[in-house]
Every structure is written in structure tokens, then in C-alpha cells.
């Protein structure tokens, strides 16, 4: 997508109703996702009550996101634990996809970052009314009733700029370091693009992908506090 | 520390601060965006000239606003 002529390890389907490079993003997501759902299922298969190798790695991963979300989101916020978790094992096994030569990642076309943006602004509202019924909507009208409807918009506005912040930021992040790497490896000094691959892997990838699950964090715990924005 | 961010509850404090203090600038940008997006599209859709556009792109800036001042409000 970024370079017609690169090798990539997939073909390049035509899906019905894609162009080209939207395909190839999509056919990305699905490798990244038979990726999680291959490593979770070794994690799990002959799993022991003390964890080793594999199974301890993802057990680690999974308690730290677990008590992070009960701590910023409470005990109401904690049931949404499965798409966070989701959230950060997707983006980050795709920003390592990016680093793999013939992968691309999927993180790196706002297509996918927009579509968890849209996710999370689902799922917070969903929230929201889940944990405080139509009281929540109490939230979006702000202090005097006659401001009502601008502070509807304005708190509409504002709840979707949020995630949408995330997905740009995510995508952003990812397609400048593709690009930084596609430059780098033209063949200039042979250390720059192992310096620069050695920080997108090390910082870049994993911290993208926790900011991404820290803040879907942040939106659920504010959306089920009932304070409205508590945390932001 | 990849994904850690230390144990002591001031180290998690910062971080959560970090993180939504990191989005501001851009959140401010992308209200104002969606605002004027939204102006237009209704403005398409109701023929209602620049009208929608300007009152949604003002909303849209005051609504990136109202997320500036309540962070800071709260730090």
C-alpha cells in the first residue's frame, strides 16, 4: 500500500467493494487476528495452576490490564475488561506486524484505527446508559436547561472527538514509522534503519497500544462513574 | 516496561495525566473538524446554505474548548 512494489506475504484480494489497498488492510487485520487467536489457544491449551512460558506471559498481560481497569474504572467499569484486553492485543500484535518484512500493519491505515475509535464510542456510551439508565443522558446537557440542546451537540461532539483522537494519534504514530523505515532502508548507512526498527519495536509499538487501552480505560471509567468526567 | 508504567500510585497518577494531556491539542482539532463536518453534511442534506456549517463549526470549537478547560480544571 504504502510501496506497490513491496513484497508482501499476502495476495492482494479484491474484496467486494474495497479498492486494492483497502483490501490489503483487511486481509492484514485477519492475519493479525488468526496471530492472537493461534498464540491464545497455545497459551491455553495443557494450561497448569502455575503458569509457565507462554501462559504465564499472557496471564501477566492480562492481570496487569485487569487491575488497571478495576482501579481507574471501579467495579462497574471492570466488565468491559474483555474489549480492552482485546484492544491491546490487537494493536499490538499489528504495530509488530509492521515491523515484519512483506506484513504491513493493519494499525497504520486509519481505516482500522477509526473503526476501534468508533468501537470504543459504542461501547462507552453503551456504558454509560448500562451503568446509570437514562440518567446519563443528564451528562450531555449541561448546567442550565436553556444551553440544552448546544451543550447536547457540544458534549456529542466532544464524545466523539475523543476516540477519534485515539485513532489518529495510533495511526499516525504507525504510518510515520513505516514511512521513516521505507526511507531509512534505501540503502543509506545499514545502522539507521536497525536503530530506528530497534525503537519502533522496543517504545513505539507496545506503548501505542497501551496509550490506546489506557484511554478506552479512561472513557469507560468517566462514561460509568456518573460523574460525568471524572477522569478527563 | 513496556506496557508498565511502575506500581506506586504516583507513577500511575502521571501516567493517566500523561495520557490525557497528550490528546488535548489534537482533540481541540478534531472537534473543531467533526464540528464543521457535521455542519456540512446537514447543510447538504437541508440545503440550508452556510448556515449549519458555521453554527456546528462554532459548536464544534466551543466543544473542544469546554474539553480544554474541564482537563484543566481538573489538574
Known amino acids: 500500500m504504502h510501496n506497490e512494489h513491496a513484497f508482501r506475504i499476502l495476495p492482494t484480494l479484491h474484496l467486494p467493494g474495497l479498492t486494492a489497498a483497502e483490501s490489503v488492510v483487511v486481509e492484514y487485520t485477519w492475519l493479525a487476528m488468526a496471530i492472537i487467536m493461534l498464540v491464545m489457544i497455545l497459551a491455553v491449551a495443557g494450561r497448569k495452576k502455575i503458569p509457565l512460558g507462554l501462559q504465564n506471559l499472557i496471564e501477566v498481560i492480562v492481570a496487569f490490564f485487569e487491575k488497571n481497569l478495576l482501579e481507574i474504572a471501579g467495579p462497574r467499569g471492570v466488565v468491559y475488561f474483555p474489549l480492552v484486553i482485546t484492544v491491546f492485543f490487537f494493536i499490538i500484535v499489528s504495530n509488530y506486524m509492521g515491523l515484519i518484512p512483506g506484513c504491513m500493519a493493519p494499525t497504520s491505515s486509519i481505516n482500522t484505527t477509526a473503526a476501534w475509535a468508533i468501537v470504543v464510542f459504542i461501547a462507552t456510551q453503551y456504558a454509560g446508559f448500562r451503568a446509570q439508565g437514562l440518567k446519563y443522558i443528564k451528562h450531555f446537557l449541561g448546567p442550565f436547561p436553556i444551553l440544552a440542546p448546544f451543550m447536547f451537540v457540544m458534549e456529542l461532539i466532544s464524545q466523539l472527538a475523543r476516540p477519534l483522537s485515539l485513532s489518529v494519534r495510533l495511526f499516525a504514530n504507525l504510518l510515520a514509522g513505516e514511512l521513516i523505515i521505507s526511507v531509512l532502508a534505501t540503502g543509506t548507512a545499514l545502522l539507521l534503519p536497525v536503530i530506528w526498527m530497534t525503537w519502533e519495536s522496543v517504545i513505539t509499538a507496545p506503548f501505542q497500544a497501551f496509550i490506546f487501552s489506557l484511554l478506552t480505560m479512561i472513557y469507560i471509567a468517566g462514561a460509568v462513574s456518573g460523574a460525568g468526567d471524572e477522569h478527563e | ?75
Open chain 2, 1 to 75: 516496561m513496556n506496557s508498565g508504567k511502575g506500581t506506586e500510585p504516583d507513577k500511575k497518577k502521571e501516567a493517566l495525566r500523561l495520557g490525557i494531556i497528550s490528546s488535548l491539542g489534537l482533540m481541540l482539532v478534531l472537534s473543531t473538524l467533526i464540528g464543521y463536518g457535521i455542519g456540512a453534511w446537514l447543510d447538504s442534506k437541508l440545503h440550508t446554505a452556510p448556515i449549519l456549517t458555521v453554527v456546528f463549526l462554532l459548536l464544534g470549537i466551543g466543544a473542544g474548548f469546554i474539553n480544554l478547560f474541564r482537563v484543566m480544571n481538573k489538574s
